[in-house]
T-cell receptor, first 114, second 109 residues
Framework: KAGVTQTPRYLIKTRGQQVTLSCSPISGHRSVSWYQQTPGQGLQFLFEYFSETQRNKGNFPGRFSGRQFSNSRSEMNVSTLELGDSALYLC?????????????FGSGTRLTVV | GQNIDQPTEMTATEGAIVQINCTYQTSGFNGLFWYQQHAGEAPTFLSYNVLDGLEEKGRFSSFLSRSKGYSYLLLKELQMKDSASYLCAVRQAGTALIFGKGTTLSVSS
């Protein structure tokens, strides 16, 4: 079965712009989580969605937002981009937000802010 | 909140055994995961522990002690392809998976 699909793979934006990243989970998975990965900080949790509801949120400013659609696809948006937002953004899907199932990660979107 | 600590880097030689430790402080513990991430690739699931003890999967084993807030990942018969980052992640009840910063393992011949 198809894995987690993230688009686009690479993105270059200018400071002050906004960006939208997309994630399509594994078919049947209703939980989607987003992470930011940087060399210094590792994987930092952004937010988690289950059945279109945000279940958990990490410690990121309000410029970072997300949503989940009825087909479980999710998008995250970053407004007023800063240089420090340059990172790999990873999406992970799981079959349940409560059960202890492993997450399956997508290949990520590499965002560069110039 | 959660605090997850693991060594930043480790080195080992082919054929050897390496143990990567992870300590965590959390409330409402609901499972510990290990992931492997090769450079430029997505993390992939290796193991899951929720009860104390050892879980073995081929060359990889993972151990958990909930009372000590401690886990380790044991890699046996190391191969060059095991050079990667190993990520320890903890789930609290009702929250998302929180990751440590990862341990970069370099395997040399």
């Amino acid at each position: 079965k198809a894995g987690v699909t993230q688009t686009p793979r690479y993105l270059i934006k200018t400071r002050g712009q906004q960006v939208t990243l997309s994630c399509s989970p594994i078919s049947g998975h209703r939980s989607v989580s987003w992470y930011q990965q940087t060399p210094g900080q590792g994987l930092q949790f952004l937010f988690e969605y289950f059945s279109e509801t945000q279940r958990n949120k990490g410690n990121f400013p309000g410029r970072f937002s997300g949503r989940q659609f009825s087909n479980s696809r999710s998008e995250m948006n970053v407004s007023t981009l800063e240089l420090g937002d340059s990172a790999l953004y990873l999406c992970a899907s799981s079959s349940s937000h409560e059960a202890n199932y492993g997450y399956t990660f997508g290949s990520g979107t590499r965002l560069t802010v110039v | 909140g959660q605090n997850i600590d693991q060594p930043t880097e480790m080195t080992a030689t082919e054929g050897a055994i390496v143990q990567i430790n992870c300590t965590y402080q959390t409330s409402g513990f609901n499972g510990l995961f290990w992931y492997q991430q090769h450079a430029g690739e997505a993390p992939t699931f290796l193991s899951y522990n929720v009860l104390d003890g050892l879980e073995e999967k081929g060359r990889f084993s993972s151990f958990l002690s909930r009372s000590k807030g401690y886990s380790y990942l044991l890699l046996k018969e190391l191969q060059m392809k095991d050079s990667a980052s190993y990520l320890c992640a903890v789930r609290q009840a009702g929250t998302a998976l929180i990751f440590g910063k990862g341990t970069t393992l370099s395997v040399s011949s």
